[in-house]
């Protein structure tokens, strides 16, 4: 192979890398932004940058059918397509998302078939059978056939460790005596709770912040001791 060749194959390996952790990176931020929220902010952040392209090198003559044609092009192309995209890989696994666009290439040669009338030969038809048979075959089920889930309890809001000291010091009326050192090995600086998953499945709805829940704590806990 020459150079060219090498330096081809070892961009689409990078694309092909970066595409895939895209769909890691997109199972986990759909833990948080919902799909459909999450798709707008994409595609608000793809309008303002054709905003911007648009007034450095001027807008291009094109005609209102072309206007249309590129606007349906988008809504279909990258609107219903990454709206589905995310709603799949939310609803299922990075790898399983990842596999099922990896099918990609046969929806192609049927839609190259229906609309620009080009010709399945039999050799294009095997193959086709065979990456379909293939991503069937290695797609992970266990999602479906799970008997648990996980589930996160805890509250949309963040407390710092020093606001959280405050609050129990004045719901006990007492100073407390601290110790501070440096960060200890494995202490996380900031957490952060993702509660959709219980809110949509278990309707978990938290409405006592942090500063109404630590002296209703407190208060129950002196009630349980008093009553031994």
């Known amino acids: 192979m020459n150079n060219k060749t090498v330096i081809g194959l070892l961009c689409g390996l990078g694309a092909a890398s970066i595409w895939g952790g895209m769909y890691v990176v997109s199972k986990v931020v759909l833990e948080i932004i919902p799909p459909f929220a999450l798709v707008s902010l994409r595609l608000?952040?793809?309008?303002?940058?054709?905003?911007?392209?648009?007034?450095?090198?001027?807008?291009?003559?094109?005609?209102?059918?072309?206007?249309?044609?590129v606007l349906g092009v988008g809504f279909v192309g990258y609107g219903i397509s990454l709206s589905l995209q995310f709603l799949g890989?939310?609803?299922s696994t990075?790898?399983?998302?990842?596999?099922?666009?990896?099918?990609?290439?046969?929806?192609?040669?049927?839609?190259a078939w229906l609309l620009l009338k080009e010709t399945i030969t039999p050799r294009r038809l095997i193959a086709l059978i065979l990456a379909t048979l293939g991503v069937i075959a290695v797609i992970d089920r266990s999602v479906q056939r799970s008997e648990y889930r996980i589930y996160n309890l805890g509250c949309l809001t963040t407390t710092s460790l020093a606001d959280l000291v405050a609050q129990i010091e004045r719901a006990l009326g007492k100073k407390a005596s601290l110790e501070?050192?440096?960060?200890?090995?494995?202490?996380?600086?900031?957490?952060?709770?993702s509660i959709e998953r219980a809110r949509e499945e278990l309707g978990y709805d938290p409405q006592t912040p942090v500063s109404e829940g630590i002296p209703k704590f407190v208060d129950w806990f002196r009630r349980r001791r008093n009553a031994r």
């Open 44 to 69: 608000l952040l793809g309008a303002l940058t054709l905003v911007i392209v648009l007034l450095i090198h001027g807008v291009p003559k094109i005609s209102h059918k072309q206007f249309l044609q």
């Open 89 to 91: 890989t939310k609803l």
């Open 94 to 111: 990075a790898g399983n998302g990842s596999l099922v666009t990896s099918a990609t290439p046969a929806f192609v040669l049927v839609f």
């Open 180 to 193: 501070r050192v440096s960060d200890q090995p494995g202490d996380v600086p900031f957490t952060y709770a």
